[in-house]
């Protein structure tokens, strides 16, 4: 079992920054890749990004590639989402997700694919 913990959501002005963490707690972070969801209002949850266990592989929704940045600290068993120049359209709940593998230099897309999430931490871009 792991439990995930987002935080660093909030209310942020259109072109301002936001970063976001995810603490995991319970098995081997490091077994894991990670990733990052959003449902906005009236949305189905839609991938956002994705970072494989060794870190090397980074994945990212088209619309916010070269604004967003995954990353991982494993000492921590933490994963953050850094998010730059946001618009309202990125208005949305971030959710954290986890996907036990064994291979080190995948992710996942799919939320099907992932095994754990957690509750969510709310994103607010004003215009």
């Known amino acids: 079992q792991v439990q995930l913990v987002e935080s660093g959501g909030g209310l942020v002005q259109a072109g301002g920054s936001l970063r976001l963490s995810c603490a995991a707690s319970?098995?081997?972070?490091?077994?894991?890749?990670m990733g990052w969801f959003r449902q906005g209002p009236g949305k189905e949850r839609e991938f956002v990004s994705a970072i494989s266990r060794s870190g090397g592989r980074t994945y990212y929704q088209d619309s916010v590639k070269g604004r967003f940045t995954i990353s991982r600290d494993d000492a921590k068993s933490t994963v953050y989402l850094q998010m730059n120049a946001l618009k309202p359209e990125d208005t949305a709940i971030y959710y954290c997700a986890a996907r036990h593998t064994p291979y080190s230099n995948t992710a996942a897309y799919a939320r099907t694919q992932y095994d754990y999430w957690g509750q969510g931490t709310q994103v607010t871009v004003s215009s």
């Open positions: 319970g098995r081997t972070f490091s077994s894991y890749a």
